[in-house]
């Protein structure tokens, strides 16, 4: 068996398309622009690609972006300050911090500081709660592209058994709740779980979650299971130089799977697309409207 691959590439370029014109409407309709306030604190290399490609997205789709750049030693009061003015700012409806944060700042309460309705991240202790209890929420954004692309790919999730690999805040454990949602049943395995590949064996999806490059080979993956890669690890060529590698053995893997995400070119390009669609959500909630039908959970 040869896997079909999900484009996340095309898959995201949908969506994005789908939010424009979502916010061509609530101007047009209601004369609201929709805006994305986007934090960093220091200069980290890697965050400032994000943030500068989170900027220019929310620009692309015809929101308004805000970006903050703070030196690597702001204060938590400052930081909080900008926070509580980005809160009260009836233009923004999505703040995003980008993590992680410098050392001396302490990310829960930074977090905990957003407006639970403006936390696009759905990072905020409020969000968790309301998405573990399958109330509408703001939802992390790279769990719900993993989610979006299980539900085009298979239409209803309803009994599949499911295993997530990884625990993390970021993926592992909303992305359990979200499969949950979707009637999956599931399993989150780490790394203490005892005989992980008879575990990954049973299930019709795997979402693997752990920032570990190729740890998964193809012969823990069921034959015809969907496989969804989260992970993005860069690796040493033999012949020199680096490339990206997920944390499943693509080849191995989709020699078996039914379907399975590339990396690069699955997730990682849907992360963006659903923050895009979280401010748009947001947006529509702020304004009493509906979220837009087939980007929320
Ligand atoms: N750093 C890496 N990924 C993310 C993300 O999804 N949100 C935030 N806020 N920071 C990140």
């Keep these: 068996m040869s896997a079909t691959v999900i484009d996340g590439k095309a898959f995201a370029a949908k969506v994005r ?12 309709d209601h004369g609201i622009t929709p805006g994305l306030a986007v934090v960093l604190v220091g200069e980290d290399p890697a965050s400032q690609v994000y ?8 620009v692309e789709v015809g929101m308004k972006s805000v970006e903050h750049k703070l030196d690597a030693d702001t204060s938590e009061a ?3 300050a900008l926070i509580q003015k980005l809160n009260d700012d009836a233009e923004i409806h999505g703040i995003l911090v980008q993590l992680p944060l410098p050392d001396h700042l302490d990310e829960d309460l930074v977090i905990n500081s957003i407006d639970p309705a403006k936390d696009v991240d759905g990072f905020h202790i409020s969000n968790v709660g309301l998405l573990g209890t399958g109330q509408d929420s703001m939802v992390p954004c790279t769990p719900l592209g993993c989610l979006m692309m299980l539900r085009d790919h298979h239409g209803s999730l309803s009994g599949m058994d499911a295993v997530v690999i990884g625990r993390s805040n970021i993926v592992g454990k909303p992305m359990a709740q979200l499969l949950l949602g979707d009637s999956c049943t599931v399993t989150i395995a780490h790394s203490r779980t005892k005989d992980l590949a008879e575990v990954v064996r049973r299930a019709d999806i795997v979402v693997a979650a752990v920032g570990r490059p190729q740890m998964v080979p193809g012969d823990w993956i069921k034959p015809g299971a969907t496989v969804i890669d989260v992970g993005i690890n860069r ?17 191995s893997c989709a020699a078996v799977a039914g379907a399975i995400t590339p990396v690069p070119g699955g997730v990682g390009p849907m992360t963006i697309a659903c923050l895009l669609a979280n401010t748009v959500t947001a947006c529509c909630r702020a304004n009493g409207l509906p979220a837009p039908e087939g980007l929320t959970a």
């Design 17 to 28: 398309g789908q939010v424009a014109t979502h916010v061509t409407a609530l101007k047009q």
């Design 51 to 58: 943030v500068r490609s989170k900027g220019k997205m929310t």
């Design 78 to 80: 400052d930081l909080l």
């Design 235 to 251: 690796i040493d060529k033999p012949e020199g130089g680096t490339r990206l590698v997920g944390d499943v053995d693509y080849e």
